[in-house]
């Protein structure tokens, strides 16, 4: 998770939706609220969003580029926006 950390504050701004395993059990003090915090430690901007936020926000955003990475539903945000 630290290592997921640095990489994420590399950006402006990190939105970071729910974290599950894909075919393991979640792992206790793996969230997507833990790993926003670790990435604000980095001096990045950094939040735990439900996709439904992700999408409003990017919505209302003026940006030059986005990065979608992930597993799961990620392609639904893509057409949200």
Known sequence: ME?????????S???ITEIYGA???P???INSQVLAEKTRRYG????SVTQKEV?????SCDFDCI????AG???LIKKEI
């Open 67 to 70: 990065a979608l990475i992930g």
């Open 3 to 11: 290592e997921t950390a640095i990489e994420l504050s590399r950006f």
């Open 55 to 59: 999408i409003l926000m990017l919505r």
């Open 73 to 75: 539903e990620l392609d």
């Open 23 to 25: 075919r393991e059990d």
């Open 27 to 29: 792992i206790v003090g």
């Open 44 to 47: 990045n901007k950094a939040l």
């Open 13 to 15: 701004i990190a939105l």
